[in-house]
T-cell receptor, first 113, second 111 residues
Framework: SQKIEQNSEALNIQEGKTATLTCNYT??????LQWYRQDPGRGPVFLLL?????KEKRKERLKVTFDTTLKQSLFHITASQPADSATYLCALPANQAGTALIFGKGTTLSVSS | NAGVTQTPKFRVLKTGQSMTLLCAQD?????MYWYRQDPGMGLRLIHYSVGEGTTAKGEVPDGYNVSRLKKQNFLLGLESAAPSQTSVYFC??????????FGSGTRLTVV
């Protein structure tokens, strides 16, 4: 079965710097990969979806890359702000049919001013 | 447009009691999901539905049952609650390959 690893449980950076979070998967290359943000006591919120034929996707200060050779996605937040502090989850289809997502355990980002 | 609504938000159960968690979505989404989230374990899929009248097992289905009698509602039942089912439960829905919309969660404690 597919497995996800987000290899940093916590990441601390200074305001204005770029945060880079990593998501690795172990088996077949998924048709797409998603990133979510979760604040304490709240449900995850969808941020970006990147498909296997897309190398890079951007949304405002967010950038996601998808390298099917390395089996890895990188999630970047540029010009980070304290309001970006949250847990970020990587997710991809649990099976080839894509009927459900599995989620990584998340990386908690703290941006200090 | 409320999105995904979960009720109740908090509940304390005694071991052996039963309860039903309700999830309602107003976006006409086909797919609905129940996840549980525990510290250090991340989100784990319990059951899901790909349409009205359908259900399927996820990664951790034991001790739970589900029903999707109406497209907008997805119910999660615990027939005989156990302390191991203490968790935060999230419902989600989606349309196509797009991102999930999650509810705000139900915090369940079984004592």
């Amino acid at each position: 079965s597919q497995k996800i690893e987000q290899n940093s449980e916590a990441l601390n950076i200074q305001e204005g710097k770029t945060a880079t979070l990593t998501c690795n998967y172990t088996n077949y290359s998924p048709a797409y990969l998603q990133w979510y943000r979760q604040d304490p006591g709240r449900g995850p919120v969808f941020l970006l979806l990147i498909r296997e034929n897309e190398k890079e996707k951007r949304k405002e200060r967010l950038k996601v890359t998808f390298d099917t050779t390395l089996k890895q996605s990188l999630f970047h937040i540029t010009a980070s702000q304290p309001a970006d502090s949250a847990t970020y989850l990587c997710a991809l289809p649990a099976n080839q049919a894509g009927t459900a997502l599995i989620f990584g355990k998340g990386t908690t980002l703290s941006v200090s001013s | 447009n409320a999105g995904v609504t979960q009720t109740p938000k908090f509940r304390v159960l005694k071991t052996g009691q039963s309860m039903t968690l309700l999830c309602a979505q107003d976006m006409n989404h086909e797919y609905m999901y129940w996840y549980r989230q525990d510290p250090g374990m991340g989100l784990r899929l319990i059951h899901y539905s790909v349409g009205e009248g359908t259900t399927a097992k996820g990664e951790v289905p034991d001790g739970y049952n589900v029903s999707r009698l109406k497209k907008q509602n997805f119910l999660l039942g615990l027939e005989s609650a156990a302390p191991s089912q203490t968790s935060v439960y999230f419902c989600a829905s989606r349309d196509g390959d797009y991102g999930y919309t999650f509810g705000s969660g139900t915090r369940l404690t079984v004592v």
